[in-house]
């Protein structure tokens, strides 16, 4: 079954990067309408949209809409009113569960690329996704209808490479380490490259999957350095992240780890914010008696991720270390992605943070437009065939690189046993 005319909700950084995307391939994908609170944010994307001149079928439309997302009536008229077919959820991540409701409601196919986050709740138990998303599982599966969990980057290609493994590199897989590095210059003091409040939200606590088991740690607790390609050797922290929630359930492997890059530079800022409470989602009142929230405070006073892009120069690296054995021996491969943030900018206006995360539901979506993926299910990435998604994330820009390391340089400077024992 294929399907046409996709719905865009969300009108920041990632967005602008899908709609262009999703412009340059509006002969599969049809008509584009772009959702958000500020519909002036959705007329900016397509301005920068004719302007680049990347609508390939000028004779489709793209439309801009104000929109409630919370609202799921309002959701439901619109998928309704534009006959969206397809569903892409990029705005904050509060809103999943009610744009999920309306695609249940319309039969709309729904895409997101994070996992739902409860305003009044940070880091809850594990798996994160049985907390909310996948409880409305057996719901699509009864209507035949599909959603796709987390098809950005990581989460959505780092869960593809590791189906990839599973499919084509390893008979049993021991540990796969996900790293996620992004060395360059923004020329500001102190940015997040996603939605502050968002970004912020995931470092309380440390959730890993590591011996088969949850197991929790402190945040920037343990550190390692690895040798990536392009940008070297970088200091990289364990973190908690949506797609070990998933994977630790689809991915049999003894551990599954996340881990993020932070220059000292960004410790040391967030760390003062940490401790004076500045990261706390939990309201305050002022001298004045006005209860604010200081991480939406600090989210107001720190830059817009997608100002950085006119001036961000430097590399991405994102990638997946796997190691276990092939026909009995012991191999070890990352598969991996690199992006330039000045390529990128100078393509769509984006840097390739935003970049490497708004491609990925793009191909997503035209698979879905084609009949490649329909599981008639929820789904979260690695339960699909990752062939078509890496062929078609290669074509959109987003190449994967393997590397055999199995009998080449040492990659890490801490072995996995090591890591799980260093705690600062």
Not at 57 to 78: G, N, P
Request: overall charge negative.
């Amino acid at each position: 079954m294929t399907r046409k005319n996709v719905l865009i909700i969300g009108a920041g950084g990632v967005a602008h990067v899908t709609a262009h995307k999703c412009a340059q391939n509006n002969d599969v994908l049809g008509a584009i309408h772009i959702a958000s609170r500020t519909k002036e944010k959705c007329d900016a994307i397509i301005d920068s949209i004719q302007q680049k001149n990347h609508m390939k079928d000028t004779t489709k439309t793209i439309v801009a809409h104000e929109l409630d997302a919370l609202d799921v009536s309002a959701t439901v008229h619109l998928i309704q009113q534009t006959n969206s077919q397809i569903v892409l959820n990029l705005a904050v991540a509060f809103v999943n569960m009610a744009v999920l409701e309306a695609c249940l409601e319309t039969g709309a196919v729904y895409l997101d690329t994070a996992i739902y986050e409860d305003p009044d709740k940070v880091c809850e138990d594990p798996p994160w996704y049985a907390n909310y998303e996948w409880k409305h599982k057996e719901k699509f599966r009864e209507k035949g209808l599909t959603a796709i969990l987390g098809a950005g980057f990581d989460p959505g290609v780092v869960n593809a490479y590791c189906a990839l493994a599973v499919k084509h590199h390893f008979d049993t897989i021991d540990t796969i380490d996900i790293m996620d590095v992004n060395i360059g210059d923004h020329g500001k003091y102190f940015a997040t490259n996603f939605d502050p409040e968002i970004n912020f939200r995931e470092f309380v606590k440390v959730w890993t999957w590591i011996d088969r088991k949850w197991q929790c740690y402190p945040m920037h607790g343990i550190k390692r350095v690895y040798d990536f390609p392009l940008v070297g050797k970088q200091p990289i922290y364990m973190n908690g992240h949506d797609e070990l929630h998933s994977l630790s359930k689809n991915i049999k492997a003894n551990s599954i780890r996340f881990w993020m890059g932070f220059s000292e530079h960004y410790i040391n800022v967030f760390t003062v914010l940490d401790k004076i409470g500045m990261l706390s989602h939990l309201p305050v009142t002022t001298a004045q008696g006005q209860e604010v929230i200081p991480l939406k405070v600090l989210k107001a006073v720190l830059p817009d991720p997608q100002t950085l892009a006119p001036h961000y120069t430097g590399n991405t690296c994102i990638g997946n270390l796997v190691q276990g054995t092939k026909d009995g021996a012991p191999k070890q491969i990352f598969i991996y992605n690199s992006c330039d943030h000045k390529a990128c900018y100078n393509e769509v206006g984006s840097q390739a943070i935003s970049y490497t995360a708004g491609v990925p539901p793009v191909a997503a979506a035209m698979l879905i437009a084609k009949g490649v993926w329909d599981p008639k299910t929820m789904v979260n990435v690695e339960e699909l065939d990752p062939d078509p998604f890496i062929e078609t994330l290669a074509i959109l820009g987003l190449p994967t690189i393997i590397d055999n390391l199995t009998h080449g340089r040492i990659d890490m400077e801490l072995t996995p046993k090591e890591v799980a024992k260093q705690l600062i």
